[in-house]
Protein backbone atom coordinates (compact mmCIF):
# COMPACT_ATOMS: atom_id res chain seq x y z
CA UNK A 1 0.00 0.00 0.00
CA UNK A 2 2.83 2.34 0.86
CA UNK A 3 4.41 2.00 -2.64
CA UNK A 4 0.58 2.94 -4.10
CA UNK A 5 1.09 6.40 -2.09
CA UNK A 6 3.85 6.73 -3.48
CA UNK A 7 2.93 5.94 -7.41
CA UNK A 8 0.27 8.52 -6.36
CA UNK A 9 2.49 11.25 -5.36
CA UNK A 10 4.44 11.18 -9.10
CA UNK A 11 3.53 13.12 -12.06
CA UNK A 12 1.39 11.00 -14.52
CA UNK A 13 4.23 9.12 -16.87
CA UNK A 14 6.28 8.61 -13.61
CA UNK A 15 3.63 7.28 -12.38
CA UNK A 16 2.85 4.93 -15.11
CA UNK A 17 6.39 3.38 -15.48
CA UNK A 18 6.55 2.89 -11.00
CA UNK A 19 3.23 0.90 -11.46
CA UNK A 20 4.05 -1.01 -14.01
CA UNK A 21 7.60 -2.18 -12.07
CA UNK A 22 5.07 -2.91 -9.37
CA UNK A 23 2.76 -5.08 -11.02
CA UNK A 24 5.69 -7.13 -12.53
CA UNK A 25 7.62 -7.10 -8.68
CA UNK A 26 4.62 -8.18 -7.50
CA UNK A 27 4.25 -11.45 -9.96
CA UNK A 28 7.47 -12.58 -9.01
CA UNK A 29 6.87 -12.42 -5.65
CA UNK A 30 3.65 -14.65 -5.60
CA UNK A 31 5.94 -17.12 -7.68
CA UNK A 32 3.98 -16.53 -11.32
CA UNK A 33 6.07 -16.05 -14.17
CA UNK A 34 4.36 -12.93 -16.25
CA UNK A 35 4.97 -14.37 -19.76
CA UNK A 36 3.03 -17.62 -17.99
CA UNK A 37 0.62 -15.35 -16.98
CA UNK A 38 0.10 -13.85 -20.30
CA UNK A 39 -0.39 -16.84 -22.09
CA UNK A 40 -2.56 -18.26 -19.38
CA UNK A 41 -4.48 -14.82 -20.48
CA UNK A 42 -4.62 -15.67 -24.22
CA UNK A 43 -7.61 -16.20 -26.15
CA UNK A 44 -6.10 -19.63 -26.49
CA UNK A 45 -5.89 -20.19 -23.22
CA UNK A 46 -2.61 -22.76 -23.65
CA UNK A 47 0.60 -22.05 -25.10
CA UNK A 48 1.27 -23.00 -28.67
CA UNK A 49 1.67 -26.90 -29.50
CA UNK A 50 5.17 -27.54 -30.53
CA UNK A 51 4.95 -28.84 -34.06
CA UNK A 52 6.93 -32.48 -34.52
CA UNK A 53 9.47 -32.78 -37.07
CA UNK A 54 8.27 -34.03 -40.42
CA UNK A 55 8.78 -37.70 -40.21
CA UNK A 56 10.60 -38.86 -43.26
CA UNK A 57 8.62 -42.18 -45.03
CA UNK A 58 11.04 -44.75 -46.62
CA UNK A 59 9.28 -45.72 -49.97
CA UNK A 60 10.14 -49.26 -50.40
CA UNK A 61 9.86 -49.87 -47.07
CA UNK A 62 5.98 -48.76 -47.27
CA UNK A 63 5.55 -50.38 -50.43
CA UNK A 64 6.90 -54.08 -49.34
CA UNK A 65 4.28 -53.43 -46.27
CA UNK A 66 1.49 -52.30 -47.95
CA UNK A 67 2.42 -55.71 -50.25
CA UNK A 68 2.53 -57.98 -47.52
CA UNK A 69 -0.81 -56.36 -46.63
CA UNK A 70 -2.45 -57.59 -48.83
CA UNK A 71 -1.01 -61.01 -48.99
CA UNK A 72 -2.33 -60.97 -45.60
CA UNK A 73 -5.46 -60.24 -46.44
CA UNK A 74 -5.26 -63.55 -49.22
CA UNK A 75 -4.34 -66.21 -46.50
CA UNK A 76 -7.62 -64.64 -44.79
CA UNK A 77 -9.55 -65.03 -47.84
CA UNK A 78 -8.18 -68.64 -48.84
CA UNK A 79 -8.60 -70.06 -45.06
CA UNK A 80 -12.22 -68.73 -45.25
CA UNK A 81 -12.65 -70.66 -48.61
CA UNK A 82 -11.15 -73.66 -47.54
CA UNK A 83 -13.05 -74.28 -44.66
CA UNK A 84 -15.80 -74.51 -47.25
CA UNK A 85 -14.23 -77.56 -48.71
CA UNK A 86 -14.49 -80.74 -47.16
CA UNK A 87 -10.98 -81.85 -45.04
CA UNK A 88 -8.91 -84.29 -46.00
CA UNK A 89 -9.29 -87.71 -44.64
CA UNK A 90 -6.57 -89.86 -46.61
CA UNK A 91 -3.23 -88.08 -46.59
CA UNK A 92 -1.56 -91.05 -48.31
CA UNK A 93 -3.98 -91.45 -51.02
CA UNK A 94 -2.57 -89.77 -53.93
CA UNK A 95 -6.10 -89.75 -55.85
CA UNK A 96 -7.73 -88.14 -52.91
CA UNK A 97 -4.97 -85.59 -52.48
CA UNK A 98 -5.38 -84.58 -55.93
CA UNK A 99 -9.32 -84.60 -55.83
CA UNK A 100 -9.23 -82.45 -53.22
CA UNK A 101 -6.75 -80.00 -54.52
CA UNK A 102 -9.32 -79.47 -57.26
CA UNK A 103 -11.70 -78.63 -55.13
CA UNK A 104 -10.31 -75.91 -53.34
CA UNK A 105 -9.14 -74.62 -56.13
CA UNK A 106 -12.35 -74.47 -57.83
CA UNK A 107 -13.37 -73.13 -54.58
CA UNK A 108 -10.68 -70.36 -54.59
CA UNK A 109 -11.56 -69.56 -58.07
CA UNK A 110 -15.30 -68.90 -57.83
CA UNK A 111 -14.79 -67.16 -54.77
CA UNK A 112 -12.68 -64.54 -56.68
CA UNK A 113 -14.74 -63.44 -59.89
CA UNK A 114 -12.73 -59.96 -60.42
CA UNK A 115 -9.66 -61.35 -59.74
CA UNK A 116 -7.06 -59.30 -62.15
CA UNK A 117 -3.29 -58.91 -62.39
CA UNK A 118 -1.55 -56.32 -59.71
CA UNK A 119 -4.23 -57.18 -56.91
CA UNK A 120 -0.63 -58.46 -54.95
CA UNK A 121 1.55 -57.86 -57.05
CA UNK A 122 0.31 -53.72 -56.35
CA UNK A 123 1.83 -51.01 -58.76
CA UNK A 124 3.33 -49.18 -56.01
CA UNK A 125 5.66 -52.26 -54.88
CA UNK A 126 6.68 -53.53 -58.39
CA UNK A 127 9.62 -51.36 -59.10
CA UNK A 128 11.16 -52.24 -55.82
CA UNK A 129 10.54 -55.75 -56.93
CA UNK A 130 11.30 -55.68 -60.32
CA UNK A 131 15.05 -53.79 -59.17
CA UNK A 132 15.48 -56.76 -56.60
CA UNK A 133 15.08 -59.72 -59.24
CA UNK A 134 17.17 -57.38 -62.07
CA UNK A 135 19.87 -57.20 -59.17
CA UNK A 136 20.02 -60.99 -58.70
CA UNK A 137 20.00 -61.78 -62.71
CA UNK A 138 22.32 -58.83 -63.38
CA UNK A 139 24.84 -60.81 -61.14
CA UNK A 140 24.08 -64.84 -63.08
CA UNK A 141 25.69 -65.80 -66.36
CA UNK A 142 23.72 -66.14 -69.04
CA UNK A 143 23.47 -69.71 -69.22
CA UNK A 144 21.87 -70.00 -65.74
CA UNK A 145 19.81 -67.25 -66.60
CA UNK A 146 18.13 -69.47 -69.38
CA UNK A 147 17.99 -72.47 -67.26
CA UNK A 148 15.65 -71.09 -64.74
CA UNK A 149 12.48 -70.43 -67.80
CA UNK A 150 9.98 -72.71 -67.77
CA UNK A 151 8.62 -72.13 -71.37
CA UNK A 152 5.17 -73.26 -71.79
CA UNK A 153 3.64 -75.32 -74.21
CA UNK A 154 2.50 -73.67 -77.33
CA UNK A 155 -1.25 -74.43 -76.73
CA UNK A 156 -1.39 -73.41 -73.41
CA UNK A 157 -1.82 -69.97 -71.62
CA UNK A 158 -1.82 -68.87 -68.08
CA UNK A 159 -3.70 -66.04 -66.29
CA UNK A 160 -4.32 -64.64 -63.09
CA UNK A 161 -7.16 -67.04 -61.09
CA UNK A 162 -6.70 -69.96 -63.34
CA UNK A 163 -5.47 -73.75 -62.79
CA UNK A 164 -1.62 -73.54 -62.65
CA UNK A 165 -0.75 -75.76 -65.81
CA UNK A 166 -0.09 -79.42 -64.74
CA UNK A 167 2.45 -79.61 -68.32
CA UNK A 168 4.94 -77.55 -66.29
CA UNK A 169 7.32 -78.17 -63.06
CA UNK A 170 6.99 -76.96 -59.96
CA UNK A 171 10.80 -76.30 -60.44
CA UNK A 172 12.86 -74.64 -57.24
CA UNK A 173 12.64 -70.65 -57.30
CA UNK A 174 16.49 -69.37 -56.85
CA UNK A 175 17.22 -69.56 -53.79
CA UNK A 176 19.27 -66.39 -53.75
CA UNK A 177 16.20 -64.77 -55.54
CA UNK A 178 13.90 -66.13 -52.91
CA UNK A 179 15.99 -64.90 -49.72
CA UNK A 180 15.71 -61.26 -51.19
CA UNK A 181 12.25 -61.30 -51.60
CA UNK A 182 9.91 -61.05 -49.18
CA UNK A 183 9.16 -63.93 -47.26
CA UNK A 184 5.69 -65.70 -47.69
CA UNK A 185 3.39 -67.76 -46.24
CA UNK A 186 3.26 -71.87 -46.42
CA UNK A 187 0.07 -70.67 -48.66
CA UNK A 188 2.18 -68.92 -50.97
CA UNK A 189 4.78 -69.28 -53.68
CA UNK A 190 6.52 -67.50 -55.98
CA UNK A 191 7.15 -69.26 -59.35
CA UNK A 192 9.12 -68.60 -62.79
CA UNK A 193 7.14 -68.86 -65.79
CA UNK A 194 7.79 -67.57 -69.39
CA UNK A 195 9.85 -64.41 -67.56
CA UNK A 196 6.51 -63.85 -65.90
CA UNK A 197 6.01 -63.85 -62.01
CA UNK A 198 3.79 -66.35 -60.63
CA UNK A 199 2.33 -66.04 -57.05
CA UNK A 200 0.93 -69.12 -57.03
CA UNK A 201 -1.74 -70.86 -54.34
CA UNK A 202 0.32 -74.13 -52.91
CA UNK A 203 -3.10 -75.80 -51.89
CA UNK A 204 -5.16 -74.81 -55.16
CA UNK A 205 -2.72 -74.82 -57.41
CA UNK A 206 -4.29 -71.61 -58.22
CA UNK A 207 -2.57 -68.62 -59.71
CA UNK A 208 -3.41 -65.41 -57.53
CA UNK A 209 -1.18 -62.94 -59.71
CA UNK A 210 1.13 -62.24 -62.43
CA UNK A 211 3.71 -59.93 -62.70
CA UNK A 212 4.78 -59.99 -66.82
CA UNK A 213 7.89 -59.71 -68.64
CA UNK A 214 9.86 -59.53 -65.04
CA UNK A 215 12.55 -61.56 -65.57
CA UNK A 216 15.25 -60.39 -68.18
CA UNK A 217 16.44 -62.98 -70.05
CA UNK A 218 17.23 -62.55 -74.05
CA UNK A 219 15.31 -65.57 -76.32
Avoid: W
Avoid at 71 to 97: Q, R, S
Avoid at 171 to 200: M, N
Amino acid sequence: MAGLAKVRAMKPLQAVCALGLLIVAASYTIGTNPVTAYIAQSPAGTAPARVAPAQRVNPGGAATKAFLDRIAEYITFHNNVEKTVPPLTETNNPVKIADREKALGEALIKARPDAKPSDFFIREYQPFLLRIIREDFAKRPLADRKALIQELPKDVKIGVNQVYPTTLPLATFPPKLLKALPELPPELEYRIVARDLILLDVKGNVIVDIMPGVFPIPT
